[in-house]
RNA sequence: GCCCGAGUGGUGUAAUUGGUAGCCACGCAAGACUUAAAAUUUUGUGGCCUUAUGGCCGUGCGGGUUCGACCCCCGCCUCGGGCACCA
């Protein structure tokens, strides 16, 4: 064995490893290779002039851990990297200083490229992409025609190309259509279609299209001068929205854009969730994000009061609670076209509709107008909404505005109702069918808006309980009487204190209640109870707490099992005037009062009043869950769930789906991002260009600056747009949609890779980034991954099979890492000072991997010294076949050196166990990406190892292996110190002997009543009566025992021993 | 407001998922080495009481289930993240 040198040189062994890596191109992927593959992949950085602070290389770290793991074990690794190089730093850099962004981006590459380097990751550097390169974006246009030329087929649900579309369109029209397109579609024939005008044409297949254009309301930021996506937006201060790069004020406005239909792939992307493995707050953010819901369209008739003179066929129509026949209806709309649909997730709730809400910016509202009584008031609220920035809203998020409709009413299907029709911007014209019907007892929002405008709430669900335990517990198979019962809420008439009744045979207390007599008012029963309970004979009526309740339960005072119906109401005393109370003989009634009620302590089972209290207590009595259908009609009884497939049916709905999710923008006015590839023609159709001819180049501009006026510097390129190119660009994530396709098969000229390399690669098995992408990025990707399957272009429908975020690194501070906070810690320092297996060792020691940790400047020492430990280790290796001198001279444990092989075992018994148990653990830990104890696992093996005065070659060896993934310059040179021709890589990975992974003897702890009394060293197979036995007579023991008698012994092999006294008696 | 996630020493964290709470590090304290410092190394390090042995308390708070709870259940509090009038 070759000595190794004194100092460990951290600058020489890494420089020295990165070379010959490379030489030996260590980190190719082999397209094709027989052996099984994996491909690992990190989201690629943004290269910014700021340059990466330590934060950003921990999940570069952690996949590239994972990536060294896996080729040692054997597998065709595709761990690549490459650079999202188009966006808005670099346009920013570039119009600040009138520089090129492509100069200024290629330089920024060959920074990173440097600063990654040092690190010592094992990229295939040879699949790089950058997103910024002509020969990349090629197919990031091409991939956009894709969309443009497909559209998506619902009965089929894929997308399938347009010219399928224009084949069924000549044949039959779209009438039979069934496809995710613009909510104003035209419906032709098959000879409408033929006779239509190029343009007509071109417009109706637009609105088909997955790629299409539209006018919408927009993100628009004056400063950058450009639209932003949603997820390019946060919340400033005051309310406010603002740009999350640079912190610039957003408003709306409406612009010609460009869309992806990703709206289409909505139920995919929703139940594909399923078949990945991602953590699931990301998944749980992608399902609010699309935010499906099922729900109920509904069709309410309006009423025109003024006009009913007009049209006196209206007349018949209002009728009350007449069940009206929907067909009669439907003609009536059909000859008026008035009336309103609202979509619902609730129509169990149909019956407790008080009034009607349209969204100001509704179409219907603008029919209406003339037939509104207050006219000018409407008129008026509708220029204020519109007048309303997006701050506005959001900061009157509390409070609701809204007029009514004077002089027009909707009428409620279900039971003729008429009900007053009212605009507010609560209600969003863009979700939905812009309309809603309102019912303030069961939505919190109708409720505040009733509250406000004194509006009629009406219950109509009672939340469905019953007693499963105790001494009111329902007993099912038992006749049940039905009841109907008032929950009176009495408040002292000075003090806030409420009256209890106390249940003297049954010790408890609940709030004042009985049963209804027959024709009683609630009121009125209400007020008898109090009176014949507590003397109290003057209280006031405050109001109803919310919805009743529907309450199944055994009544033992009167051994009835019984199904009540109650109604909680609030009451005040107005004076203490109280007549004499008579006792009740069966049940000793008493009362008190109580000020700070505690259900626990004074409601036995207080189920209903607890909830009273509640409500009570938070002053909100709205009650949103399902439960048991009252006050509606013959609907009445039903659960929630039933009525709504009744109520339905009976009503004429139609079952829809909706999502909150928009169609993505897909147009920047900017600079620096990728062409889209499409000519305008003079008739205003739009051509797509070529295949052949792209990629369609960025031309050179005099200025990057946005020309203000919502028009992208391309706009100012008159060869450009002379040749009619459209003169928006792609937004930042179109590249990033799709680049770990490219790593692939980087180089092909034909395809955006090949077939071959597809098949092979499949999708990314191990994908690690931050999860600030959940909304954008890792959706996008999805989607264009789903669309592209369907092409059958790539052979999974979801483009990363596992998913692990990492958490963000905070500055020692605890603050964001930042210029402006001054925390920012730069690895290039720490690599140069500590060296590269420091740091990686120290970021996947720090903490769990996906929480954010603060960077700590003390704590990296720690990492420093273990990998120095480890350097010292090698002095005390020793071959066993040929141990040195004085191995055997050394005074182990007192035995004497009567042979080499047994003072062998000793000294490897000292740290074998321990060894096969740290290199399982960290190879499970690693697949499991718990780094942070695989290195605490190995610190703890080391700290074993150093107290021997010897360790074996081989066992050293193991350990080197297995920190490798970590540590791997380090450990590359120790492992060719130790006389290893082959790198680590190609060395295969150490197995473990399942056989020393088990102790001979064990720690058994014993146990008195539950608490450590003391330990007993014993075999680990050791049965419960000796292990009692050896625990009686133990001194530390024994003492406790003496207090009383032994009742239970609870044994668990190889763990404990609980011995369980009786105390006393 | 609604939906997720988390609260453990001075600090970052660990705990075989119901079985010794505090592993591994950092920091701190004391000792060794040194003329000295740094580095290295040894020992100690949750709190309180005790000379030690030992004892009591202790995983955000309050209850519960259990022989036994950081872990399970109920009710709160605090922090972080997501959504934000999505009917």
Known sequence: MKSAPKVYDHKKIESKWQKEWEKKGAFKAVTGSKKPKKYALSMFPYPSGAGLH????????ANDVYARLMRTK????????????????????????????????????????????????????????????????????????????????????????IDDLVKILEKSGNGKVNAVCGADTKIVTGSEWKKMSELEKHNLLMKYRLAYEGESEVNWCPELGTVLANDEIVDGPNGTQVSERGGHLVEKKSLRQWFLRITAYADRLISGLDTIDWPSHIKEIQKNWIGRSEGVQVKFEIRRVNLSSVIPAEAGIQSENSNLDPRIREDDNAR???????????????????????????????????????????????????NKTAEDRTAENKEKTGVALKGVTAINPANGEEVPVWIADYVLASYGTGAVMAVPAHDDRDFAFAKKYRLEIKH??????????????????????????????????????????????????????????????????????????????????????????????????????????????????????????????????????????????????GIIDSVLWKRIQSENFVSIDDGVLINSGKFDGLSS?????????????????????????????????????????????????KEKDLPLELPNVKSYAPTGNAESPLSSVKSWVKAGYETNTMPGWAGSSWYFLRYMDPQNKKYLASEKALEYWGQ???????????????????????????????????????????????????????????NVVNPDDVVKTYGADTLRVFEMFIGPFDSQLPWSTDGIIGSRRFIEKVWKLQYKVVDKNNLPSN???????????????????????????TLHKTIKKVGEDIESFNFNTAISAMMICLNEMEKSEFVYKEDFEKFIQILYPFASHVTEEIWSLLGNKKIIQDSGWPKYDPKKLVNDTIKLMVQVNGKVRGELVVSGDIKEGEALELAKNSESVSKWLEVGEIIKVVFVPGRLINIVVKIGS
């Open 54 to 61: 330590v934060g950003h290389p921990r999940g570069y770290i």
């Open 74 to 161: 054997g597998f065709n690794v595709l761990h690549p990297m490459g650079f999202d190089s188009f966006g808005l730093p670099a346009e920013q850099y570039a119009i600040k200083t009138g520089n090129n962004p492509k100069v200024f981006t290629d330089q920024l590459v060959k920074q990173y490229r440097k600063q990654l380097d040092i690190i010592g990751f094992g990229y295939d550097w040879s699949r790089q992409v950058a997103t910024h390169r002509p020969e990349y974006y090629k197919w990031t246009q091409s991939i956009f025609l894709k969309l443009y030329g497909s559209w998506y087929n619902k009965a089929k649900d894929r997308a399938e190309s």
């Open 336 to 386: 008026e076209g008035l009336s309103i649909e609202v979509f619902t997730t609730r129509v169990d709730t149909l019956f407790g509709v008080t009034y009607v809400v349209i969204a100001p910016e509704h179409e219907l509202v603008k029919k209406l107008l003339d037939s509104v009584s207050n006219k000018k008031e409407v008129e008026k609220y509708i220029e204020e909404v519109k």
């Open 460 to 605: 109509v669900i009672a939340e469905d309980k019953v007693h499963n335990s105790g001494a009111l517990k329902f007993r099912p198979n038992e006749p049940i009487v039905k009841r109907s019962v008032i929950r009176a809420v009495v408040k002292h008439w000075s003090e806030d204190k409420y009256l209890i009744l106390n249940w003297k045979d049954h010790n408890w207390n609940t709030f004042i209640s009985g049963g209804v007599e027959n024709d009683e008012d609630l009121i009125e029963s209400a007020k008898r109870e109090v009176e014949e309970e507590t003397g109290y004979m003057n209280l006031k009526f405050i109001r109803e707490i919310g919805s009743p309740f529907k309450v199944k339960f055994y009544a033992p005072h009167k051994n009835q099992n019984r199904e009540d119906i109650q109604q909680g109401l609030c009451f005040q005393l107005i004076d203490s005037e109280q007549k004499e109370v008579v006792e009740d003989e069966k049940t000793k009634h008493s009362f008190g009062w109580v000020e700070e009620l505690k259900i626990k302590d004074t409601v036995e089972e």
């Open 641 to 689: 769930e039933e009525a709504r497939k009744e109520i339905t049916k009976a009503v004429g709905g139609k079952f829809v789906t909706k999502y909150k999710m928009r169609d993505a923008v897909f147009a920047r006015q900017r600079y620096w991002g990728e062409p889209i590839p499409l000519i305008h023609e003079k008739d205003g159709t739009i051509k797509s260009l």
């Open 764 to 822: 990314v098995d191990m994908y690690v980034g931050g999860a600030e992408h959940a909304t954008g990025h890792l959706l996008y990707s999805r989607f264009w991954n789903k669309f592209l399957h369907d092409l059958k272009i790539v052979p999974n429908e979801e483009p990363f099979k596992v998913l692990r975020n990492q958490g963000m690194i905070l500055g020692a501070d605890h603050r964001k890492m930042s210029k402006r906070w001054g």
């Open 887 to 913: 191995f055997l001279s050394l005074n182990h444990s007192g035995t004497n050196d009567s042979g080499g092989s047994r003072m062998a075992k000793i000294l490897q018994g000292k740290y074998e166990n």
